[in-house]
């Protein structure tokens, strides 16, 4: 009895210190992103430099995370290891962006912070391989409201230290954050969960061929794509841009933050308390880019602020529902016993919504207006939703077969 309660009680210090140093690395990250549009604007770089800017940050996770995924199930590399160069890469990041203003520097420190987001393949499994299977939508909601409360603060944060002290300054608090993030990991105890450390034998097996096979992998990424693409172009690409339009203080940024964000958060932290799994997810994933849809469709037309607001918090609950949902299943369509590898493709495909997100939303702007950029993504999301009716349908058919078969028998 007693050694329960000290496995529990060592289970949740683990928990703890983990999603501690979660809530480090998207903060460093994230301090500067809500006001980092305006800022480059600021820079008079221009909308299209401004996207290309913004999407370097999906460029080296498009080419990092798949490998690192492959390389870590392979050799079965420590993930205190990678997460920690991912701090470092952060810190390097972070210096870039405070002591220069040119565009090359500023580039390379938004494309250094795409490098530390590549760890979040490592994260991911490291943390949800402590849960057993039956609960990894609830470790994967943990993440991702732990990840969505710290971008909340920072992001909150963002307006107000930019409004009193400058953007600069921004960026030294980043400083701050991934020094800490990189101590928190050093101290974490140097084992990683059970299933993380046995052996898959990857070395003479066609492990690659087996995934790219999967179907349901690809469907996945897909829609992680086009929600990604759609987070990066608004709330933290151009919603800021078009805000300042409507009220040109910078801390009232805070407000559009809070409204996006803290539904964002509500949505995984609901799911968390779920006790049991989803029976037919696609069905919740349609309903929100539904919804996702209908508010996008507003948003280039709004002359309100306040509206402006409401309309992203509606925006950010039906997102918030969609990503921990498709990590999840992402980990569960695991196949081969690659989990990282797996996670590592399903992160590089969504990688390309980061990166081709706000670089045509930018030329979008630039060609016809700010407003269109919300029409294009509302062009994604139905898009989203068309293939999450065809995984449904594909879902609902193959659990009719099934039922069918055990009739017979």
């Known amino acids: 009895m007693k050694n329960d309660k000290n496995r529990k009680i060592n289970r949740n210090l683990f928990q703890a210190h983990f999603l501690s140093i979660v809530f480090c690395f998207w903060f460093s990250m994230f301090i500067y992103v809500q006001t980092f549009g305006v800022y480059l604007a600021f820079l008079d770089f221009g909308y299209y430099a401004t996207g290309i800017i913004m999407g370097s940050y999906g460029i080296m996770q498009i080419i990092l995370r798949f490998p690192i995924g492959f390389l870590a199930d ?3 590399i420590s993930g205190k290891f990678l997460v920690g160069i991912g701090f470092i890469a952060s810190l390097a990041s972070v210096l870039l962006l405070a002591l220069s203003t040119e565009f090359l520097p500023i580039f390379m420190g938004r494309f250094l912070a795409g490098f ?3 760890m979040w393949v490592v994260l991911t499994i490291w943390y949800s391989s402590s849960f057993s299977k039956q609960q990894s939508l609830k470790a994967m909601s943990q993440l991702q ?3 969505v409360g710290s971008q909340l603060i920072s992001m909150v944060l963002s307006g107000l230290i930019a409004d009193f002290y400058g953007f600069t300054y921004l960026f030294w608090v980043g400083a701050v954050f ?3 993030g990189f101590i928190l990991v050093l101290l974490l ?3 990683e969960p059970k299933r993380a450390q046995e052996s898959i034998q990857m070395k003479h097996a066609p492990i690659f061929d087996r995934i790219i096979r999967i179907r349901k992998i690809w469907s996945l990424s897909i829609l992680s794509l086009i929600g990604h ?3 990066f172009t608004t709330i933290f690409g151009f919603s800021s841009v078009y805000f300042t339009q409507l009220n040109e203080h910078q801390s009232a940024i805070m407000f559009l933050v809070v409204s996006f964000m803290l539904p964002h958060g509500m949505a995984p932290l609901i799911l968390s308390i779920k006790k049991s799994q989803l029976k037919n997810s696609f069905k919740l994933l349609m309903l929100c880019f539904v919804v996702g849809i209908s508010t996008l469709l507003f948003l ?3 002359d309100s602020w306040v509206m402006y607001c409401i309309l992203h918090g509606i925006l950010g609950l039906s997102l918030g529902f969609v990503f921990p949902i498709l990590l999840d299943e992402v980990y569960k369509a695991d196949e081969v016993g690659a989990s990282k590898t797996i996670m590592g493709l399903y992160q590089s495909v969504y990688s390309i919504g980061i990166v081709a997100g706000p670089i045509v939303a930018g030329y979008f702007a630039l060609k016809v207006e700010i ?3 919300f029409i294009l993504s509302a062009f994604l999301l139905l898009l989203g939703g068309i293939l999450s009716l065809v995984e449904s349908v594909k879902l609902s058919k193959g659990k009719g077969e099934i039922g069918e078969k055990v009739k017979s028998i």
């Open 74 to 76: 392979r050799y079965q």
């Open 116 to 118: 530390t987001a590549a």
């Open 145 to 147: 409201y732990t990840m």
């Open 178 to 180: 991934a020094s800490l």
């Open 189 to 191: 105890p140097n084992q």
């Open 229 to 231: 693409a759609v987070l």
């Open 300 to 302: 280039g037309s709004i």
């Open 371 to 373: 407003g269109a950029v």
